[in-house]
């Protein structure tokens, strides 16, 4: 990997830096130092790579994602993660080269084997794309597609047979069955003891806003399980530790204009910013924020209303990355 140029070099050999000060720094509290390919394995990347993120003599960009882990994996000290997002960020901010001669380049979307060698005369290159072989393999794939037609035809109508079998005997409808899943159609994801990054935050962030002292490492850990289990034995919940559609129902905050808890809003704009809408962590409900849940709303095809409401948190939750469980 080329490593990067201009006033971006200094961000990727200080968040490399960053980084392994948490490794070199996580033995402790009675805890062994853990081995570059053992810490490689909880973050699902090689060695090799790890090795690059944390050798500030020739480094490479880690992904925010992976920042974050480490940073809850290694307990890294929670001052530390707002200055390695902002590093993350500056790293990854290199503008693209423009090429010499934008006209010379191909289509992105052109095959290499449809373009003509540089010794090829007009004439040749004329041959070669009337050359009859992609014609046959053109009509190939006419024919498989027309049959695959007819064979997921004749499936779908066995299908249908099976589903209106099943709704007569008190089974799911066929309309209940092929209903799209949409935003109103994703659940609650379940959360619990062991579970890290987004899940455990955003629980941490919202028991903060209820007044739980706990703390937001992103470690659903047995401090943050108890204080679930206090807040779920308040509202008349089984108390079971585990962050279920019920428990979500009463620890979500709607928040508007009206109503903003500062840290329901960080755990708000925190989801916003995992979807890709660039949205500043500050616990402020801006204008600034506004948009950003607007947008959001808009590409899930929620009512555009500016209000995080039930559906919208939802939703959030059901468009972050892969859940991570230690």
């Given amino acids: 990997m080329t490593g990067p140029t201009g006033p971006d070099r200094e961000a990727v050999r200080a968040l490399a830096e960053l980084l392994r000060r948490w490794w070199e720094l996580s033995a402790r509290e009675g805890r062994p130092k853990p081995t570059q390919q053992s810490l490689a394995g909880r973050l699902g990347i090689d060695q090799t790579t790890l090795s690059r993120y944390l050798n500030p003599r020739h480094p490479s960009t880690a992904p925010l994602r992976t920042v974050e882990l480490l940073h809850t994996v290694l307990r890294a000290p929670a001052a530390d993660l707002p200055r390695a997002r ?15 001669h934008p006209t010379d380049a ?5 095959a290499p084997a449809d373009a003509a060698p ?13 050359a009859p072989a992609p014609r046959r393999t053109a009509t190939l794939r006419t024919v498989l597609a027309f049959l695959a037609v007819l064979t997921l035809g004749g499936g779908i109508g066995l299908g249908w047979s099976a589903f209106d079998h099943r709704a007569g005997q008190g089974g799911p409808s066929v309309a209940a069955a092929a209903a799209p899943a949409g935003p109103a159609a ?19 962030y919202l ?3 209820h007044g739980h002292a706990v703390e937001a490492d992103g470690d659903f850990g047995a401090a943050t399980a108890a204080a679930v289990k206090t807040f779920q034995a308040a509202h008349g919940l089984l108390a079971d530790g585990k962050v279920g559609a019920q428990t979500w129902s009463h620890l979500i905050i709607r928040i508007d204009s009206h109503n903003d808890p500062k840290q329901a809003v960080v755990a708000l704009q925190y989801l916003l910013n995992n979807t890709g809408t660039a949205t500043d962590i500050t616990g402020i ?30 939703a959030l939750l059901a468009s972050q990355g892969p859940a991570i469980h230690r």
Avoid: I, M, N, Y
Avoid at 87 to 99: F, T, Y
Avoid at 299 to 311: F, Q, S
């Fill in 118 to 130: 540089a010794d090829v005369t007009p004439a040749d290159a004329a041959a070669v794309v009337v």
């Fill in 86 to 100: 902002a590093l993350v960020e500056e790293a990854a901010a290199v503008p693209a080269r423009k090429s010499p």
């Fill in 186 to 204: 994703s659940r609650w994801p379940l959360a619990r003891k062991g579970d890290l990054l987004w899940k455990a935050r955003t629980v941490q």
């Fill in 106 to 110: 191909a289509p992105a979307d052109a």
């Fill in 207 to 209: 028991l903060q806003a």
């Fill in 285 to 314: 409900f801006t204008p600034s924020t506004t948009r950003s849940l607007d947008t959001f709303q808009r590409a899930r095809g929620l009512p555009v209303t500016g209000v995080a409401d039930p559906a919208t948190w939802r």
